[in-house]
């Protein structure tokens, strides 16, 4: 199988997307999910670049999350997306929120899609609907059923998404939202036995990226838990991106130290 003939693919399954998927998923919304904390009358994010921010969560904090998502059925990344929910709806004050969520893309229904090497990842929008000042677990749950889902269904180029919700004047790149969240989880690979690993091995690497969200974090999951947020500094200011990296690991915690309940 080659990448080319993927391509292809993918460009043909474009043309008939999940319309109905989508459509419940998107036609009540009405404006984007704003940029959190952004500056005031800032609107443009064609700014002089980006910068970088980064914490890490404290090893026996990360431990203890692995064990709740663990005894609840769930996985860190739906935690993870939960809690960024939360964040947005705490600080914009709204009930409904929508960001970006990068999804892999090795699980469309394409034929040895396992054995292509390339790059298959697409951001989508992840709808969020949290009430209350905290999340359940039977909540995080029906999360991650929809995280799943996203991972396979067929969807058209993002601007052609807008169509489905009530949306009257789209702007910019990602009219959905305005921040995305990126989970890369390399704890499968750590876990390996030494002899099963890959002969050559990627010990460090370091990338630059712009995007055309005002804001990326990337939840990196090994030994430790670790979130760089990478941000337009047209929209945000360095304080700003820090007090929302601050409240990232609070949040977290108290999600695991709430004694939710099924």
């Known amino acids: 199988t080659r990448f080319g003939d993927y391509v292809r693919w993918f460009l043909g399954s474009r043309s008939q997307p999940d319309d109905e998927f989508w459509r419940r998923e998107l036609s009540d919304i009405v404006s984007k999910t704003d940029a959190p904390l952004r500056r005031r009358g800032s609107g443009d994010t064609s700014g002089p670049g980006t910068a970088e921010l980064s914490i890490s969560v404290p090893f026996a904090n990360h431990e203890l999350l692995k064990q709740w998502a663990s ?24 009930d409904d929120v929508v960001s970006g969520i990068t999804v892999s893309g090795r699980m469309r229904p394409f034929a040895r899609i396992d054995s292509l090497i390339g790059l298959l990842i697409d951001t989508l929008p992840l709808r969020m609907r949290i009430a ?72 460090r690497f370091e990338f630059t990226e712009k995007t055309g969200t005002p804001l990326i974090l990337y939840v990196k999951s090994a030994d430790a838990l670790t979130i760089r947020a990478v941000y337009d500094r047209n929209v945000y200011s360095d304080a700003s991106v820090r007090a929302l990296l601050d409240a990232f690991p609070n949040v977290l915690l108290d999600i695991t130290r709430s004694g939710l309940t099924d």
């Open 71 to 94: 005894s609840h059925g769930l996985t860190v990344h739906t935690v993870i997306q939960g809690a960024w929910g939360l964040i947005l709806s705490r600080v914009l004050r709204r």
């Open 132 to 203: 209350g000042a905290y999340v359940t677990a039977d909540w995080l749950r029906e999360l991650q059923h929809r995280i799943q889902g996203l991972q396979t269904v067929k969807s058209p180029p993002y601007v052609e998404l807008v169509r489905h919700t009530r949306i009257r004047e789209p702007f910019g790149m990602f009219p959905l939202f305005e921040s995305t969240v990126v989970y890369e989880d390399y704890e499968a690979l750590i876990s390996l036995p030494l002899q099963q690993r890959a002969a050559l091995e990627v010990e």
